[in-house]
């Protein structure tokens, strides 16, 4: 019977900025220890228990968190090929040195992580070059700690900039200059980095609670030699204040970084777009609605020319998939085919999403029998008719979720059966041209017969050229890699005959495609450590981890 392990870190979640990894798991039960076969090529004497990890953007180094045995937790970095033993990133930490996430940066050069090591249970914002060397401090220590999810890092990997209690602060990320307040005293709220690293967008509010949307320099305050070392200006509001509805649900930036598009929680809920420079008032984006566009569920295109949005916008009660251009330039066309009584497009889980040529949307929705979703695709424009992409559903059998390939070629997506206990991955062209296939033999999941709490997660590799999925055989769960198009059989990662290995969850794929990076341990033996392996099975796993 699987048994589960965890640690104040083995919890903490995990930003990747500029690693386009895509994590996906059908286990509830969080990080478990199962037997996976597998020959190891490197010496099984280290007693480090391996966490968190994630592969730099450039895919030449491994970045991990490992706890020793006295329970004390240190962030580490070793090269991907192995040519190199691991070095340490993290300075001396107070306590057990709780690390609550780390993420590295674009360029693949630094690594940026939260942790208490000037006292314990007071955070502060930290930053490493990524093969070793001094540490430094970028943002203070506080009560609250900087959480991934209060900290970016800009696209250009020069900055950092953090959500400090009524402060926004931006860094460069070497600390070369110290932090400041870029928010001007407005009481902030979320914020996102403008794309081209330019920017600061951020909820603000005033005395009263009324709220509004701000964009400000993300070096505001600092010199700029370059203009007569005349300082960044401050804030510029975007928005009409207070908002109608009274605050911003969700916010999100253009790729091309001219435009941010909002949602007003409130009232009717709709969605707006403003130029980030404020240099024009906001235009609404959908149509006079019956009910209200659904809470978070827009997205822009990756070209920043349009946006797709779910809303019940014509009928009351029905959600429905529509696209529109940024600027409201035109009135907003529906994507869904005609729905039978009852359906809906789904907004959720996701409901939909956009290829990253920008060209094309994949939706679900119980289009033709209510409660049945399936998968359809459709232009972006709404220039044709959707196509169903799903292939007929069996009796019991129903769609769980489904992501589009990076190279926006192929769309995955998963269902489940029996009670879950029949996990089915297949891909299908995003175009419909051909049918789906299925990747994987039926898996066992958590509601088997015999009650065993089994884990099932898949990763598409950055290259759209392949699915690595762990799944289980046998009650021992094994790896996998095949092919994205699904035209040849699956590779089995975790080679036998061989020694057992003890397989925790984390796995992530190198942005290349070639190589996966796993946590484990050599069965009868104490300690996770790290490992890689060629995706297409060319060798067996390497240890990288001491």
């Known amino acids: 019977m699987s048994t589960f392990r965890h640690s104040r870190s083995a919890s903490v979640p995990l930003l990747l900025p500029g690693v386009a990894l895509l994590l996906f798991s059908a286990s509830a039960a969080g990080h478990g220890n199962y037997p996976v076969r597998g020959a190891i090529t490197a010496s099984t004497t280290g007693v480090g228990d391996v966490y968190d990890l994630a592969i730099s953007p450039d895919g030449r180094r491994v970045v991990y968190i490992e706890q020793d045995t006295l329970g004390v937790n240190e962030l580490y970095s070793v090269p991907l090929d192995g040519s190199a033993g691991p070095v340490k990133l993290s300075g001396p930490t107070q306590g057990d040195g709780w690390f609550l996430g780390f993420s590295i940066s674009p360029d693949g050069l630094r690594v940026v992580y939260t942790a208490d090591e000037e006292e314990y249970s007071v955070y502060g914002l930290y930053s490493a070059p990524i093969a070793g060397g001094a540490a430094v401090q970028l943002m203070p220590g506080m009560d609250s700690p900087y959480f991934p999810s209060s900290y970016r890092i800009s696209a250009d990997g020069r900055w950092v900039v953090a959500l400090a209690g009524d402060e926004i602060l931006s860094a460069p990320i070497d600390g070369s200059s110290s932090a400041l307040a870029i928010n001007a005293g407005i009481p902030p709220g979320r914020f996102e980095i403008s794309p081209d690293s330019r920017r600061v967008v951020f909820r603000g509010t005033d005395g009263s609670g009324d709220a509004a949307l701000y964009s400000v320099a993300i070096d505001a305050g600092r010199n700029r030699p370059h ?320």
Do not use: M
């Open 227 to 546: 203009l007569a070392r005349r300082p960044s200006r401050g804030p510029v509001r975007l928005t009409p204040f207070p908002l109608p509805g009274d605050h911003v649900w969700s916010l999100e930036i253009s790729a091309n970084s001219r435009r941010v598009v909002y949602q007003v929680f409130g009232g009717l809920q709709e969605i707006y777009s403003v130029p980030i420079d404020g240099s024009a008032k906001p235009v609404r984006l959908n149509s006079s609605l019956a009910g209200r566009v659904a809470t978070g569920r827009f997205d822009v295109s990756p070209d920043g020319t349009r946006v797709v949005y779910v809303a019940d916008q014509d009928q009351f009660g029905r959600y429905e998939l529509y696209s529109v251009p940024i600027d409201a330039s035109a009135s907003p066309v529906k994507l869904n085919g005609p729905l039978v009584a009852g359906g809906d497009v789904l907004f959720y889980n996701p409901g939909f999403e956009i290829s990253a040529d920008g060209t094309r949307a994949v939706y679900r929705a119980d289009q033709e029998i209510d409660g049945i979703d399936e998968l359809y695709g459709v232009p972006i424009d709404g220039s044709s008719a959707p196509i169903k992409l799903s292939a007929p559903l069996v009796a019991g059998e129903q769609l769980s979720e489904f992501h589009i390939c990076p190279d926006g070629s192929r769309v995955l997506y998963r269902t489940d059966a029996n009670c879950y206990r029949t996990v089915a991955l297949r891909s299908a062209p995003i175009d419909g041209s051909s049918p789906a296939v299925q990747f994987n033999d039926p898996h066992v999941g958590s509601c088997s017969e015999d009650g065993v709490d089994e884990a099932f997660e898949y990763r598409i590799s950055p290259d759209s050229g392949s699915v690595v999925y762990l799944t289980n055989r046998g009650h021992v769960l094994d790896l996998f890699s095949t092919p994205f198009d699904g035209d040849t059989s699956d590779i089995e990662l975790s080679q036998p005959p061989s020694d057992n290995l003890v397989f925790d969850i984390p796995f992530a794929i190198s942005p290349d495609g070639s190589q996966v990076a796993f946590v484990a341990r050599p069965d009868g033996t104490s300690g996770f450590r790290l490992y890689r392996v060629p995706t297409d099975g060319s060798s067996h796993p390497l240890q990288l981890s001491q």
